[in-house]
């Protein structure tokens, strides 16, 4: 009976429990920040973004040139393409945006006949002269949404200038501002730092050079049909309607409506069709063919996180935060799924 008195039980040592108003503060203190700095954060988010797509290209010509000198060599042909790209297409340009206010009438007027005829099935309203009323027309919700995250002009010339440095920096610097990253914490956590970062990286180099790929074979291959029907600028809209086919679940509707646009009015039905068909066919090749080549599962988010980031992002930032949602939430995952307390987080976001 001694020896079963001596034998002391240890209680089972229970999980520290979260303290869920510290971290509702913080996480709102985050999304205030996120909200403020957005401009700030949009612009070093770009830079990112460009600085992966570069990297390949830096890491090629480091073998035989110094970093620094690789970098500054890459940011150079991305700025003598992106001048290449915008002198080749400047006078179709040019002349799209002279002839724009055409086809903003010309939708006005298609949407003014159906009012009339929907307004003609009900004889009680009264009929008003709208030739003798001036209509202040607000701007929508939407529209505010999409380009309230690109600034004004004087922001989108001060973001131009700096976001070339950004990326020179970004680039010439890699193994040390990783590394110094590395070392912000403590010694039991610096593997798993490490390996996160890494997993970020290959992530966000996949997303941009696969999504930069597809946008660049849909553009062309969209150019070339709409060259063959003689579709009204064809190579300006061929590059919008190839690039917006990349927008989650609504590229297929945002392709389809600048060569509808243009093409209302200029080309017959039968053409129209075509067009439509095209770019449908073009839509669904990617989604199951390009898409599972050169992106595979390496997001491995779910649909209804996708959605859902989609749609916070864009109400946050607008029109950038629709581009920038996707890898935000993808290193996210990243980052929960490699913290022990944040796994379940993970979990929820992925597949």
Not at 101 to 107: G, H, V
Not at 179 to 196: G, N, P, Q
Not at 245 to 256: D, F, H, K, Q, T
């Amino acid at each position: 009976m001694s020896e079963l008195a001596d034998i002391h039980v240890t209680p089972p040592v229970r999980p520290p429990s979260r303290n869920w108003p510290q971290l509702i503060v913080a996480v709102g203190v985050v999304l205030t920040l996120c909200y403020l700095a957005e401009f700030v954060l949009a612009v070093m988010l770009v830079s990112i973004l460009l600085a992966f797509i570069l990297a390949p290209v830096v890491d090629f010509l480091g073998r035989r040139l110094p970093r620094s000198l690789a970098s500054l060599i890459a940011v150079l042909l991305l700025l003598a393409l992106l001048y290449g790209i915008t002198y080749a297409s400047y006078n179709q340009a040019a002349n799209f945006v002279q002839v724009l206010p055409r086809y903003s009438e010309r939708i006005r007027a298609v949407v003014m006949s159906f009012r009339e005829r929907a307004e003609a099935l009900n004889p009680l309203r009264p009929t008003v002269d709208e030739k003798n009323v001036v209509k202040v027309l607000p701007s929508s919700p939407l529209t505010d949404a999409v380009t309230r995250g690109f600034g004004s002009v004087s922001q989108g010339v001060f973001a131009v200038s700096v976001i070339p440095f950004l990326v020179y920096f970004m680039l010439s610097w890699q193994q040390h501002a990783r590394s110094a990253t590395v070392m912000l914490f403590r010694m039991e956590h610096r593997h798993t730092a490490y390996v996160t970062l890494g997993l970020i990286s290959n992530m966000i180099r996949s997303f941009m050079v696969g999504n930069l790929l597809i946008g660049l074979f849909m553009s062309a291959v969209s150019v070339a049909v709409f060259g063959a029907l003689h579709l009204p600028f064809f190579f300006i809209v061929g590059v919008i309607s190839g690039f917006l086919s990349l927008v989650p679940y609504l590229g297929l509707v945002l392709a389809l409506i600048p060569p509808l646009v243009v093409g209302l009015g200029q080309l017959d039905s039968g053409d129209l069709f075509a067009i439509s068909v095209m770019v449908l066919a073009l839509h669904f090749f990617a989604l199951n063919v390009l898409y599972p080549k050169f992106l595979g599962n390496r997001m491995r988010l779910n649909p209804l996180a996708v959605t859902m980031a989609l749609l916070f992002w864009g109400w946050l930032w607008g029109g950038m935060g629709l581009i920038l949602a996707i890898p935000i939430t993808a290193a996210m995952k990243i980052i929960f799924d490699h913290v022990d307390a944040l796994n379940p987080w993970g979990t929820w976001l992925g597949e």
